[in-house]
């Protein structure tokens, strides 16, 4: 088909699919299928595609790429109608998106990569509102970043417009682009059908016009997960609850996810690391409501006794205190919990040189963390970053769990800590320990090691040797189950156990990820440096990729390896040796997905 003919914002970014309206379609003969004619055998007609019912020809669309789709477009009318509905349903904005990499989805999704592309899709449905109508899912994919394809008042202004008569929409995922205006969400077609709602916003205009919001009506009547950032202020973060959820039946809401604005990296202090909070104002000034005001919101909506029995929760960028526990408990069911995400959170606990004081009186002499872990009964997704103050709870927390299936931790250290462990070795153990429990179920894990050098940086550290061998070269370090790990570690580490470590400790490992100063090994200092930029980092890192494969290679389980920003799929010969090493490039997001355990919207 010409250029003239076909000029498309979806398939191929250099000339997005639009048919001409003063074009009419080619209408192709009729597919058949003839059977061979012979004696004693009378010819048969063929099988008409077209007698096919329109619910079935969807059916078979589905699973047909965009590629595949934009083919049948221009087969005849009735092809074209069917297919156009199909090729608009759910929608992907990811810049890195490329047709020859097996891991995109492309038969559930049509993807956008280019600005010109989402300009021309924008343009698009809004002057064809019967697509327009097609299109139920509209994400805007990780690995797109927040530096965006378009502006971010040219954003605003084209969802303004394009909302309206995306009548079918029923998820709505702008979570990792610029924050978009508050207002957007007035412009939905048919908020009712809207199920799931991700949205970094920009929450100016809600301020300036608090009243006018208060008694609008969005009409989320079926939202079912809901992912909001960054708020500033538990005050801010009542309010967006509010107005989100006044029309919702909240019984029915599974998934929260609430991301503050990260104000916690003065929270430490060094050397001494301890809480600059000595008095109540002080303590005000942290906000340390967050979960009293969230929880309490929630129960105001629901106006029912019962709790909620929400499936995934999670918080980031908040404050926490031993007192938050008996209020999170009594708004949701924490044993219906099924993933928990808790990252960079700061928990305060009594057992800080200097409480905090709180309307008067000192915190209670109890941890959230230890209340937490009795709670979580119904587990498997847990991720895990928190800041404590002279002592870490976290292993405790993961010791109490049972049938954890997935595990994302990080290991905090600063010289409070001295007080509860003689060194970072000795906490890191602890953590060891605590995982081993889990060795029997873990399918995914990743542990990440860091240390809290100064109020505003934290440097990551690579795992103590002790740690690495206690976990997977102990006597009961056996992880039958685990399918993805992520560490940082120094290349050497696994390159002398590699044998031992995918033969028989990890044997069905799939996906491999070593970051860190020293993942690749020691830096080469013959390449790079007569002419910088000549050597890409995947070549300095490609001969990581034999020497550990090469050895352990005979079941052929292992089938990615990444090396700190570096990813290679891995193709064996039948002996069990590398065939081929191929350098993936921008499947970043999607390997997150595959070794980081995330919150889905």
Same mark, same amino acid.
């Given at each position: ?24 379609? =080619? ?9 061979t ?23 078979t #669309? ?6 595949d =789709?934009?083919?049948?477009i ?14 608009y ?11 020859? /990499? ?7 999704h ?44 040219? =954003? ?8 309206? @008569?995306?009548?079918? @929409? ?6 990792q682009?610029?924050?978009?205006d508050? +207002? ?35 009409n989320?009547?079926?939202?079912e997960s809901?992912?909001?950032k ?29 991301? &503050? ?7 430490? &202090? ?15 000034s @942290? ?13 105001h ?28 408990n009594?708004?949701i ?5 099924e993933?928990?995400?808790l ?22 002499? &109890? ?50 800590k001295?007080?509860?462990?003689p060194?970072r ?17 873990? +399918? ?10 100064t ?23 056996e ?25 028989e ?5 799939a ?6 100063? /020293? ?11 007569? #002419? ?34 570096c ?11 590398? /065939?081929?090493?191929?350098? +993936? ?8 997905? &595959? ?7």
């Amino acid at each position: 088909m010409s250029r003239s003919y076909i000029d498309a914002p979806i398939g191929y970014a250099g000339a997005p699919l639009i048919p001409r309206g003063r074009h009419k379609a =080619v209408v192709k003969p009729q597919l058949r299928d003839h059977a061979t004619s012979g004696e004693g055998v009378t010819s048969q007609r063929g099988f008409s595609l077209l007698s096919l019912p329109d619910e079935l020809l969807l059916s078979t #669309f589905s699973l047909l790429s965009q590629y595949d =789709v934009i083919k049948l477009i221009s087969m005849n009318e009735k092809l074209r109608e069917l297919s156009r509905k199909k090729l608009y349903e759910s929608i992907v904005i990811d810049s890195n998106f490329s047709q020859f /990499e097996e891991e995109y989805n492309i038969r559930s999704h049509s993807y956008i990569k280019s600005r010109y592309a989402l300009r021309k899709f924008f343009d698009h449905i809004q002057e064809n509102p019967d697509l327009a109508a097609s299109v139920k899912s509209l994400v805007y994919a990780d690995s797109a970043g927040e530096d965006g394809m378009l502006e971010v008042q040219t =954003v605003t202004g084209y969802l303004k417009q394009v909302l309206p @008569l995306c009548t079918s @929409l029923e998820t709505l995922d702008w979570f990792q682009s610029h924050a978009v205006d508050f +207002k957007v969400l007035k412009c939905l077609g048919a908020p009712e059908k809207l199920r799931k709602l991700a949205l970094s916003m920009s929450f100016g205009a809600l301020q300036r016009g608090i009243l006018e919001f208060m008694t609008a009506h969005f009409n989320l009547a079926n939202l079912e997960s809901l992912s909001i950032k960054p708020f500033h202020s538990s005050g801010l973060l009542a309010n967006i609850i509010q107005i989100l959820l006044r029309d919702t039946n909240i019984s029915n809401l599974k998934s929260l996810r609430c991301v &503050k604005h990260d104000t916690l990296t003065d929270l430490l &202090k060094s050397p001494a690391a301890t809480l600059p909070v000595s008095h109540e104002s002080e303590s005000r000034s @942290l906000d340390l409501d967050t979960i009293l005001v969230l929880c309490s919101s929630l129960r105001h909506l629901h106006r029912k006794k019962a709790k909620l029995d929400l499936e995934q929760f999670c918080l980031k960028s908040c404050i926490v205190r031993p007192t938050d526990f008996d209020t999170l408990n009594s708004t949701i069911n924490l044993g219906a919990l099924e993933g928990l995400f808790l990252e960079e959170m700061t928990v305060m606990d009594s057992t800080n040189p200097n409480p905090i004081l709180v309307s008067g009186n000192q915190l209670e002499r &109890k941890s959230f963390l230890d209340s937490l872990g009795y709670s979580l009964a119904s587990i498997q997704r847990l991720t895990i970053d928190i800041r404590q103050i002279n002592i870490d709870s976290v292993p405790a927390l993961i010791r109490q769990l049972t049938g954890l299936q997935e595990l994302d931790v990080a290991i905090r250290w600063n010289e409070s800590k001295l007080s509860s462990y003689p060194s970072r070795v000795a906490l890191c153990l602890e953590y060891a320990d605590a995982i081993l429990g889990h060795r029997k179920t873990l +399918k995914k894990l990743a542990i990440e090691s860091s240390h809290e050098v100064t109020r505003y940086k934290r440097a990551l550290l690579g795992l103590p040797d002790e740690m690495f061998e206690s976990l997977f070269l102990g006597p009961e370090s056996e992880f039958p189950e685990l399918q993805s790990l992520r560490l940082n570690v120094p290349f050497n580490i696994i390159a002398l156990s590699r044998e031992i470590l995918f033969s028989e400790r990890l044997p069905k490992l799939a996906r491999l990820w070593i970051f860190g100063q /020293e993942a690749g090994g020691r830096p080469h200092m013959g390449l790079g440096n007569p #002419f910088p930029g000549v050597f890409d980092e995947w070549i300095l890192d490609q001969h990581v990729v034999y020497n550990i494969c090469n050895y352990v290679a005979r079941k052929k389980v292992l089938k990615y390896l990444k090396i700190e920003k570096c990813l290679f799929e891995i193709d064996y010969a039948e002996d069990g040796r590398i /065939e081929d090493v191929h350098f +993936k490039n921008n499947l970043d997001s999607w390997f997150d997905e &595959k070794t980081r355990v995330l919150f889905k919207v």
